[in-house]
């Protein structure tokens, strides 16, 4: 599983990836997802971390 530091970059691409078109819902979904990701970094750690260990877990069976 990549990083959450990757995964955040990622949504950063793809955000921008949308930024030029028109408004857009897809560029708006992106860019709050993004905002609130970024303002809440130390939760979404938490989360990569908590999902990394459920798909160890499931490795191991």
Same mark, same amino acid.
């Given at each position: ?11 950063? %691409?793809?955000? +921008?990836?949308?930024?030029? !078109?028109?408004?857009?819902? @897809? ?14 970094? %130390?939760?979404? +750690?938490?989360?990569?971390? !908590?999902?990394?260990?459920? @798909? ?6």
């Amino acid at each position: 599983m990549k990083t959450p530091e990757q995964l955040l970059a990622k949504l950063y %691409e793809l955000r +921008k990836d949308f930024q030029d !078109e028109d408004p857009n819902p @897809e560029y708006e979904a992106l860019h709050h997802a993004f905002m609130f990701i970024s303002y809440n970094i %130390e939760g979404f +750690k938490k989360y990569v971390r !908590e999902e990394a260990e459920k @798909e160890a877990a499931k490795g191991n069976r």
